[in-house]
Every structure is written in C-alpha cells, then in structure tokens.
C-alpha cells in the first residue's frame, strides 16, 4: 500500500525523524443545553454505550426530507474562518428547535453535539475555538503522499456516486477497494448497515441513509 512504501521509505533512509506534535487544541466551550420537553436517549442518563442496532432503518419522506435540510445547513456553515464550536452551536440549534436530541451529545461522556475531526484528528473530534481553513499541503510533500490525499478524496467522491434505490452496499465498498487499489441520522446512533471499505452482500434502498 501506499502507507507502507512510505514507511519503508522512511525506514531505508537515514533521515531522522522525531515523534509528531500532540494535537493542538482550541478552547472547548461549556456544554449546550438541551430543552427539558425534549425525550434524551438512554445512554445520557447511564452513560453506557448501547450496542450497535441490528435492524436497518428506513425512512419515509419527511425523514429523507429532514436529513436534506441538516445537511444543507451543514454546507452552509462549512466555511473558510468558521469555527468548529461555531458549526457545533448551530448544528445543536437547529435539531433543537425541531424538538429532537442531538445524539452525539452525552454519546460516551462527548461533550458536543457534532464531531468535527480536522488535519491530524482522525475522528470523533471535540468542536473548538481553532478556525478552519482550505485544506492545502504543508512544506515538501513527496509524491507519494500527494497521490494519497488526491486519491482519498475521488475514493470518496467514487463511493458517493454508488448510492442510489436499488444499489449493493457492496458496491460502495468494491468501487473505493477498486480504486483505491489501483493507486497501491436515526432513531439510534449507531445502527446497521454498517459501510465497510471492501465488498458486502446487501441491497440498498433508497429510504436509507448512513
């Protein structure tokens, strides 16, 4: 794989390399509130994980329709500048004000209502005080790891492309495995089907979302 010709690389020449900065972290704002009248799932209270949902979820159109609109809201505050406490807070807002819960919040002990992994935080990232900005290369980027971030991306763009009424889940994950190779909501939170980067037998509807 591309990761390990780089780490061979690394390992065959005589380039010392130090061990990488922690995470940097900005300013974690205090807990958003969530109104008394809206019902809190289980694990708030508990503070245990329920296992992962086995039954699939399907939706209707007002629940397709209400995952349109979250996600529209999300495009919009995505920006240059923006905070990541700041898409917390409005993201946090916006399910309130339609009378749900905003699942992340609690999930585990997470503070927020949105995860926000940015550069180096690989997921479940806590929204802070650090602004975003357009994603570019720093310093001398060899090639290798230029292809990498360049492939990552179509790899995503790809499986996107995959989904629509009808489609296997497999081929989610046979068109990111095909092309990666090439180059060496719901009433639960976490819930099958779980998408994996590889193929797996199962239809897709056009009533699911993940």
């Known amino acids: 794989s591309v990761i390990c010709r780089e780490r061979e690389q690394?390992?065959?020449?005589?380039?010392?390399?130090?061990?990488?900065?922690?995470?940097?972290?900005?300013?974690?704002?205090?807990r958003l509130p969530v109104p008394d009248d809206i019902p809190k799932p289980p694990y708030v209270s508990t503070k245990e994980l329920p296992e992962l949902a086995s039954e699939h979820q399907f939706h209707d159109a007002e629940g397709i329709e209400k995952m349109r609109?979250?996600?529209?809201?999300?495009?919009?505050?995505?920006?240059s500048a923006v905070t990541t406490n700041e898409i917390d807070k409005a993201v946090h807002q916006m399910i309130i004000d339609a009378g749900a819960y905003p699942s992340p919040l609690g999930y585990g002990g997470f503070p927020k209502s949105v995860c926000t992994s940015v550069n180096e935080c690989?997921?479940?990232?806590?929204?802070?005080?650090?602004?975003?900005?357009?994603?570019?290369?720093?310093?001398?980027?060899?090639?290798?790891?230029k292809r990498l971030v360049k492939v990552t991306e179509e790899c995503m763009e790809k499986g996107i492309a995959v989904c629509k009424d009808g489609a296997s889940f497999k081929k989610i994950g046979k068109r990111i495995s095909e092309h990666a190779e090439k180059y060496g909501f719901g009433k639960v939170f976490h819930s099958e089907p779980v998408i994996l980067?590889?193929?797996?037998?199962?239809?897709?509807k056009s009533v699911i979302y993940f």
């Open 10 to 30: 690394r390992e065959r020449s005589n380039t010392k390399f130090t061990r990488p900065l922690p995470l940097r972290r900005g300013r974690v704002s205090p």
């Open 69 to 79: 609109a979250a996600c529209e809201l999300a495009a919009r505050v995505l920006q």
């Open 122 to 145: 690989m997921c479940h990232g806590i929204p802070d005080s650090r602004q975003l900005q357009k994603t570019f290369l720093c310093g001398n980027v060899n090639d290798i790891l």
């Open 197 to 204: 980067h590889h193929r797996k037998q199962l239809d897709l």
